[in-house]
């Protein structure tokens, strides 16, 4: 079984900066794009950042500058630094990533974490 587990969410002060994390865990062969979605209330799911599995990054608009994607690939695990937090900024992050399971049993298909609540008030 393949499962996403985020950490690092929490309340801050505008102009403030959080750390997210995202470690993939199981039997798996290999992991290719993984990224960050926001979710805010009333709103659809969002990809705010992703990465490939050879470095090369994406972000929208509203975010550059302020988050940096990065990715260990020896311990499966994707990262969100978020500077200069905005109020706007505020939802659930959700984790993603591409990945082929171990053993032939499951598809190459795309796996969500269970979300990270990312609060930015003063």
């Known amino acids: 079984q393949v499962q996403l587990v985020e950490s690092g969410g929490g309340l801050v002060q505008p102009g403030g900066s959080l750390r997210l994390s995202c470690a993939a865990s199981g039997t798996i062969a290999n992991i290719y794009t993984m990224g960050w979605y926001r979710q805010a209330p009333g709103n659809q799911r969002e990809l705010v950042t992703d990465?490939?599995?050879?470095?090369?990054?994406n972000y929208v608009d509203s975010v550059k500058g302020r988050f940096t994607i990065s990715r260990d690939n020896a311990q499966n695990t994707v990262y969100l630094q978020m500077n200069s937090l905005k109020p706007e900024d505020t939802g659930v992050f959700y984790c993603y990533a591409d990945i082929l399971p171990l053993g032939g049993t499951y598809s190459r298909h795309g796996y969500w974490g269970q979300g990270t609540q990312v609060t930015v008030s003063s």
């Open positions: 990465i490939t599995s050879g470095g090369s990054t």
